[in-house]
DNA sequence: TGATAAAGGGTTATATTATAACATATCAAG
DNA sequence: CTTGATATGTTATAATATAACCCTTTATCA
């Protein structure tokens, strides 16, 4: 499964899949996936939601770990760097990736109700924002690219 | 002029320009530009950055204003809830609005080396984000877009 | 006009998000 | 084993943002 979406979906097994996709990505960048950056992948993995760094870090203690603000920022910046995780600016949290390639520029759909954070894919330098850079001379090098509103099952739930 | 992009340009009818553009856009909502808001945003347009909250606060306190946190914030909220300004999410910052028209949906290219800020219109619902969005059934109600990379005149001095 | 509701602003305190700085521990390489 | 690099633990604090309260100004209308 490359991308979740907002569809139900076997929970466990997505992150026992997103656990392993680490560890294949780390192996293969020489990168450490620590146990303790294996934990805060997983309390990610297993919410389908961005979470605050705060909040990771009351899973975090609510786990047995005594850790301080830096811990969960540290992993989380770990997470990020690797492309496991991705930062969403407009909720100053955090979400696990649900794609599979590395350096992908995702789009995020975020669900004002639930919460919920589907990630897809997308062309960097094509579509608008692209055309607005040659048209300014710009050089992009990063792109935020977050849609609030809300999803399916929310509108179905509360029309 | 609709856009100021990157160019250099005459700076203080493009200060004049958008706190008479905003006189009008507050006169025919109904809305008060006060004093106080009519500083802040004329402090935003005065440079062509995007400017934390507490930067705000201290250009308001250098013109003898002796506020505190909350002033600023509202001002700020005033103006973005008006159009006559944005929040740059990734950068926790605020930036003059430099369109004319109301509820455009902006795409930002913020330069990393100078700081500067150029703003660009866009069609939401077209492109790849309109895209994703009916591709998960997700109705969009507001969109992030923020690019970050160099300005031409930033790659021109140090290229 | 004067009462009154609604909006704006002043102020204090505090919540939330994030990082600097330094000590200790663990790992990988030679 | 020792050494350099990376990771983690810990304290303190910086940076961003808002709650709550009070008073003033403005708009509305009997």
Redesign the pocket.
């Known amino acids: 499964m490359d991308e979740t979406g907002f569809a139900t979906h076997d929970h466990s097994g997505c992150i026992e899949a997103g656990l392993a996709r680490a560890g294949r990505i780390c192996a293969a960048a020489g ?2 996936l ?4 294996r934990q805060v992948l997983e309390i990610l993995l297993a919410e389908h939601r961005a979470l ?4 990771v870090l009351e899973h975090l203690r609510q786990n047995g ?11 989380l ?2 997470l990020v760097r690797h492309g496991l995780a991705h ?1 969403i600016e407009r ?4 979400v696990a990736c649900s794609h599979s390639g590395r350096d992908h520029a995702p789009v995020f759909l975020i669900c004002r109700a639930c919460g919920a954070v589907a990630e897809a894919g997308w062309q960097p330098g094509a579509g608008q924002i692209g055309a607005a850079a040659r048209a300014h001379g710009f050089r992009v090098e990063a792109v935020v690219a977050e849609a609030l509103g809300t999803c399916p099952n929310c509108r179905a739930a509360a029309p």
């Not at 620590?34 to 950056?37: Q, Y």
């Not at 605050?52 to 909040?55: C, I, K, L, P, T």
């Not at 770990?65 to 992993?75: F, I, K, L, W």
């Open positions: 990168a450490r620590t146990p303790l950056r605050g760094a705060y909040e770990h005594p850790a301080q603000p830096p811990v969960a920022y540290r992993a910046d770990f930062r909720l100053n949290a955090f």
